[in-house]
């Protein structure tokens, strides 16, 4: 076994990428040898990355992938709506990941891609997930496992449940980090295996 330091790069708008981003750290943490922190994407600059073994990387999915200025801005519009009931993030109106993916330097070996998503099939929603894999592969990154989806509910609140999948899914990545196997801690193999077969029929290609 091995010590790893992870950083969680999270993208938000309305603070439910954020909420999973910080119970993947904690549940990376979990595992001994692991330090985790999650880290908003206009913080996660070269420094913050210095030193890290492991980096995964989350966003919300707007228009089938990963945000535009223009949908991070029909965003911050919706929440001015009062009935919205939405509350922005302190950065949601800054670079998104596409841009940090565009300008960041070398990565870690080891990452993940996560993203939230509405909840329904991934044919219709699709998965900013897939996206974020794939920038990371490009990066020259060994991505540790399948890009992961939270869900949201249509009014943009985390369904029931998440927090603690993301929390379980944070500790998985953290005992493959650390040398053992993904499979290794999997309370929810169930929800693993039906988002594996979601996949599946997901035809989005989005880069
Ligand atoms: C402009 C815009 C476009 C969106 N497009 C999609 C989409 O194509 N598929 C989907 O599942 N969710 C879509 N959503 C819902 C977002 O995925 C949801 O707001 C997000 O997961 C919430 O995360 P956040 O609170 O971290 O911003 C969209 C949201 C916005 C604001």
Not at 4 to 20: D, F, K, P, W
Not at 21 to 38: I, K, N, Q, W, Y
Not at 133 to 161: C, I, M, Q, W, Y
């Amino acid at each position: 076994m091995r010590d790893v330091r992870a950083v969680v790069v999270y993208e938000s708008m309305y603070g439910n990428t954020h909420l999973v981003a910080d119970a993947v750290a904690e549940g990376l943490r979990s595992v001994d040898g692991v330090d985790a922190e999650a880290v908003a994407v206009a913080q996660a600059s070269a420094d913050v990355l210095t030193g890290a073994d492991m980096v995964v990387v989350g966003g919300p999915t707007h228009v089938h992938g990963m945000s535009r200025p223009s949908t991070r801005h029909a965003a911050a519009e919706d929440a001015q709506k009062a009935e919205r009931d939405l509350e922005l993030e302190p950065d949601a109106e800054g670079d998104g990941l596409r841009e940090w993916f565009d300008s960041v330097g070398p990565l870690p070996a080891l990452t993940a891609a996560f993203d939230t998503r509405l909840d329904a099939p991934v044919v219709i929603t699709g998965r900013a997930s897939k996206g974020i894999a794939k920038r990371l592969r490009r990066h020259g990154s060994d991505v540790l496992d399948e890009p992961r989806s939270f869900l949201v509910t249509k009014d943009n609140h985390l369904e029931e449940h998440e927090v603690e999948e993301a929390r379980s899914w944070g500790r998985r990545l953290g005992v493959a980090a650390t040398g053992g196997h993904v499979g290794d801690a999997v309370p929810e193999m169930e929800a693993a295996a039906r988002q594996e077969l979601e996949y599946q029929g997901d035809e989005t290609d989005e880069g």
